[in-house]
Structure formats: C-alpha cells, structure tokens
C-alpha cells in the first residue's frame, strides 16, 4: 500500500499537522503518524501569547495577564491584556490532539524509528525499524540537534537552551497572577542572552528555569549551578522540593533552514525555520505554519509552506550580530525594548504582524550605529 501521505514525527509539528487535517475532507484518507516514541510523558511544556482563544484552549494549563522584566537598567510589570501568556504541557497536547485524531479521521499511528527518507519522481520511501512504506508525499518533521553541520558565511548559528525545576517552596514566594518573562539578575556574559524566567501555578509552586541565547551549549554542571544560583540566591527561594525537571534546546538559526530541496519530502516545524531566529519561540509558529499547510492542501491540492517576511528576517540577523560581535549587551536592547514601548507593540513586532510604522518606532529607539553596522556586516559576509 502507499499512503497518500505520511508524517514523521508526532511531536508538535507533526501532531498540529494531522490536527487540522483531520478537522478537512483529508480526514476520510489513510495518513500514517510515525514516531518511534509512544508520547505518553510530559517530556516538555510550551509556552506563547495570544491575544485570541487558541484551539486548545480547555488544555491550557495556566494563563497570566502580567509579565515582569528585571535589568540593572529597568525593573517593570506590564499588564498584558488584551493578550495572555499561555503555558500547555506536552503530556496534555499530546493525549488531547491523538484522541481527536483518532475520533475525527482514519488517520493511522506506527510506533516506529525512521532509518531513512528518499523520494522518486513518483513516491517517498521511508526505511523503518517496521520495514518500508511508500507515500506519495511525507511530511518531515522530525529534529535533533545537529553535532557536526556547515555553516554557512554570514549567518549565525544560535540555540535557545534551558535547564528548570518545577518547584515547590514551604512559605508563600511567588505572584500567581505574575510571571518573570525575563530576569536579566542572572550573571551575564558578554556575547550571549542570559536570563531567569519564572511562572507560578500558585503562592508556593513555580516552574523556575535558566535560559540562554547563544551559539554553544554549556556543560550539564553549569546548568545547574546557575540555576540554584538563581533559585537560592537571586528569588531566594528556602526549602523547596524539585518535583520535575526540563532541558530544551531550540534552534535559532537565521540560514535557510532547509539546504536541500526536494519535491515529496515536506519539511515542517522546526525543520522548517518554525523557531523564531531571535527568540527562538515556536508553538504558535507551528500552529500558523501546519493551519497554513492544512487549508491550502485542503482547498488546492497543492502543498505549500507560508512564505517569510524577508524584512523580520533582517530585524532578527541584525540583533544576532549585534549580541555575538559585542556591539551592545543583550541585557541594554531588552531594556530599551521593554522601557520604550507598549507591550502590544512589542509582541506584534515579535509576531511579524507589525506596521511599518511600528518598526520605525522600535528601531528610532535602539542605538542607531551598532544595528546599522550589524546590517552592513551581514549584507557584506553574505555576498
């Protein structure tokens, strides 16, 4: 048998896919999910704001209206309305999107690794520790962290990893209705983002994580010393329990994600650039990204990726350069970002849906001759 369409992975990207497929005429045909895990843990939580209801809304696991940024330079709590701060976690997604699927289409599971994917003219074959099946088109969206990949001159090559503890502390510590976006306490360094990010499910629990923007990872030792550096000494947090921790990596990569073209082999997700390069946030990327891909196969027939806004990929290779050559610290542009504009503004510009206008008004803000050394250098690396 070969499947009109396979997809690999059923992970975020994979799983919002068959999401809003099954919710089309697609749902009546025979699409096989293939993952080699059975994705029956909490293995992860994400996090994004919206200004609008998201389609699972009823597992939505905590929502805040407030958000807190902490800098030498500027300390703050912003009301955030009319979006919210949203947090799902992986366990809840998971088992909401797969008991949909399974009672809303004919679409089919394999519990299975995927050795390999090459396509033909005519159909993708895909080698699996299941033995091989054959579909007319495959949507990829399986990703690891790559050990050893070319880089490309002019781009940068940057990772959004984290280390958190989801906690509880005997006394009353945290604001429940208050979550700390970004703590800039933290000891920084130069060339990278360094930050605290604490959100609160009540007085005494919290999910309490240490994130960096950078182009290396750190060492597992260095993870946790400055995540109990931040725990004991910055929010002074006494006596408190671990119940769960998380480690993340996600790329934030300003190259063309995808280097190889191919016909029938359809990346997705992080596969496909989801993961902003300058924040590296992509849960509700994927969700417009598979939402986008869904419709139109739906409507046309046709496989097509929602197309990047050429001038958002500019704004987000200029910050790299700016933090990576030490041209400002990460932990000034935030406080400016933060202390010059309305947080409405902020966050369309953070999900490309900002004006002209609004643009102008962020970069009026910035020091003007870092950036624009930033662009220049790009333009010229990239020639």
């Not at 912003?78 to 909401?96: C, N, T």
């Amino acid at each position: 048998m070969t499947y009109p369409y396979v997809i690999a992975g059923t992970g975020a990207a994979g799983l919002s896919l068959a999401f809003y497929l099954a919710q089309t005429s697609l749902r009546n045909q025979k699409i096989l999910l293939i993952d080699k895990n059975l994705k029956n843990q909490n293995d992860r939580t994400w996090c994004f704001w919206q200004k609008h209801s998201s389609p699972f809304e009823e597992i939505i696991f905590r929502k805040w209206q407030k958000i807190a940024f902490f800098s030498r330079f500027l300390e703050k709590t912003l009301d955030i309305a009319p979006y919210s701060y949203k947090m799902i976690r992986g366990i809840d997604f998971y088992q909401f999107v797969q008991n949909f699927i399974q009672k809303n289409s004919h679409f089919e599971f394999l519990q299975a690794e995927i050795y390999e994917m090459k396509e033909n003219s005519e159909v993708v074959v895909l080698q699996t520790s299941q033995g091989e099946i054959k579909a007319k088109y495959a949507f990829n969206g399986l990703w690891q962290l790559p050990q050893n990949f070319e880089r490309k001159k002019g781009y940068f090559y940057w990772f959004q990893h984290f280390k958190g503890w989801f906690l509880k502390t005997q006394e009353a510590k945290f604001e429940a209705d208050r979550i700390y976006y970004m703590d800039f306490r933290v000891p920084q360094k130069e060339r990278e983002v360094r930050f605290g990010y604490v959100l609160p499910f009540s007085s005494q629990e919290a999910l309490v994580e240490f994130t960096v923007f950078s182009n290396h990872l750190l060492s597992s030792q260095e993870y946790l010393i400055e995540l109990k550096n931040y725990a004991d000494n910055i929010l002074g947090l006494p006596n408190y329990e671990i119940s769960e921790t998380e480690f993340g990596v996600i790329p934030m990569f300003d190259a063309p994600f995808v280097s190889q073209k191919t016909q029938r082999i359809i990346p997705i997700g992080t596969r496909a650039g989801a993961a902003k390069a300058s924040t590296g946030f992509a849960f509700d990327r994927i969700q417009k990204q598979t939402r986008f891909i869904a419709e139109n196969l739906n409507k046309n027939n046709k496989i097509i990726l929602p197309k990047s806004k050429a001038r958002y990929q500019l704004y987000d290779s200029a910050l790299l350069n700016v933090i990576e050559q030490n041209r400002i610290s990460s932990e000034e542009v935030f406080s400016i970002l933060f202390a010059k504009h309305p947080i409405k503004r902020i966050f369309r510009f953070l999900d490309e849906e900002s004006s002209w206008l609004e643009e102008i008004q962020i970069m009026n803000a910035m020091p003007w001759k870092p950036f624009l050394q930033a662009v220049f250098e790009n333009w010229k690396n990239r020639r």
